[in-house]
């Protein structure tokens, strides 16, 4: 089976590493890929939101199936375009319709859906441009922090935690007027904050039935001791210790099962991938936000403890039988530690040259933001490299990616030194 890949960062690479052990996939195009996709697949230099690029690389090659990796194809509609195109409406695209992906796309129509389906969530209020003294006068009522979330994309960074009033009450007239996240922030989201612990809760669906994935909890901030500016995310670990089975049915019967039937009860058409941000307040699971896709770096360690086939899950989906699909997970932890450029997630210099590769023994080498140029492995993005390691103790895996990391080299790398530090 040949399989088109949509991506270019350590997700991708982790998903692609995964899919190319089934003796399913024939042959594994990724676009664009990196350096790392390039060393196991065939990296093709279109965008993932070129539809019509994308609509003649299948055709040309005869793909018979496309796995998105990131949201803005998603959010765009590809799953759509497929479906409507009489030459590519047999061809499976895992990933959730245009209106399945508005969980994303829309932070007021993940909030609306969360409260129609009686799910744990914040209490919030939305507005806009002409209604933003009211959001002003809205801050008024909460306690502080503050939390300010621009509706739209806006590359992991639309989210403002702030202490003071008149600083949240500034914040949000330049979101709103000021426009501080372009379109993303034409409309905003204020929500309560809750005070806890955040982990991340995977669910691949076939829009009927689901899997829970392993569970994950990342580290955003760039500084040591969760200090300093939000990032996509600087390492993650597998499972998270204090999700417990208790616990976990809590998220399972609260969260997942009314999500899924939600969904079906405002007939979205969603196969893929849902990812539900949580936090744990108490003993008790709540949304913070739904993703419509693998997080990264989470990808890099829950894809690892699959030990199914990926590419055979991926069939069930497509074909409305996950129900019956099997999903073995490995017990052992796996921790990754994600080394970035110099200055992210402000700005950065990219093609610094990678030494350092080939040593790492004992981990898996993810690669986000690279490529290859004259022969070599050079930077070019802000995250660079994810290393992923396994351990009954994930205190001890988390010693391995960081022996790794010690064999690598790039002009100004960093990394943060800590993850895993809270739990």
Request: overall charge negative.
């Amino acid at each position: 089976m040949k399989i088109l890949l949509l991506g270019s960062g350590g997700r991708e690479h982790a998903l692609a590493w995964k899919m190319q052990q089934s003796p399913q996939c024939s042959k594994l195009f990724v676009a664009p890929g990196n350096a790392g996709t390039a060393a196991i697949a065939q990296n093709v230099n279109i965008s993932a939101t070129d539809f019509d690029a994308v609509k003649k690389l299948v055709l040309d090659e005869g793909i018979q199936m496309v796995v998105v990796g990131p949201e803005d194809p998603l959010v765009k509609g590809i799953y759509d375009f497929f479906k409507g195109d009489g030459t590519l409406t047999d061809i499976p695209v895992i990933g959730p319709s245009k209106e399945g992906a508005r969980l994303e796309g829309s932070k007021e129509f993940a909030k609306i859906f969360l409260t129609k389906n009686n799910i744990p969530t914040a209490a919030y209020g939305s507005f806009t441009k002409e209604t933003v003294e009211q959001g002003c006068d809205f801050l008024a009522t909460l306690k502080p922090p503050y939390v300010l979330k621009a509706d739209g994309l806006a590359a992991g960074k639309g989210v403002l935690i702030i202490q003071d009033l008149a600083e949240a009450q500034q914040e949000l007239r330049n979101m709103l007027v000021g426009a501080k996240f372009g379109q993303a922030s034409s409309k905003v989201v204020i929500e309560e904050f809750l005070d806890g612990i955040e982990l991340s809760c995977f669910v691949l669906t076939d829009g009927k039935s689901y899997k829970i994935l392993p569970t994950a909890k990342d580290y955003k901030r760039i500084g040591e001791g969760d200090t300093g500016l939000n990032t996509g995310g600087m390492g993650a670990i597998s499972p998270v210790p204090f999700a417990d089975s208790a616990f976990m049915q809590k998220i399972e019967e609260r969260i997942v099962k009314p999500t899924i039937e939600g969904l079906k009860q405002q007939s979205i058409d969603y196969k893929g991938f849902i990812f539900v941000g949580l936090i744990k307040v108490g003993d008790d699971p709540y949304v913070i936000e739904y993703n419509v896709r693998m997080g990264d770096p989470e990808t890099e360690v829950v894809i690892p403890r699959i030990k199914s086939d990926l590419v055979e899950l991926f069939k069930a989906v497509a074909e409305e039988r996950l129900d019956d699909a099997v999903l073995e997970i490995d017990s052992r932890s796996a921790t990754t530690v994600m080394v970035v450029s110099g200055g992210y997630p402000e700005d950065y210099e990219k093609g610094k040259v990678i030494s350092g590769l080939d040593k790492a023994e004992g981990s898996l080498v993810f690669h986000a933001g690279t490529k290859e140029e004259n022969g070599k492995v050079v930077t070019n993005g802000g995250r660079v490299i994810a290393l992923t390691s396994y351990d009954d103790d994930f205190r001890e895996a988390i010693k391995k990616s960081y022996q790794n990391i010690a064999l690598l080299h790039f002009d100004k790398m960093y990394y943060r030194k800590d993850i895993g530090f809270d739990l």
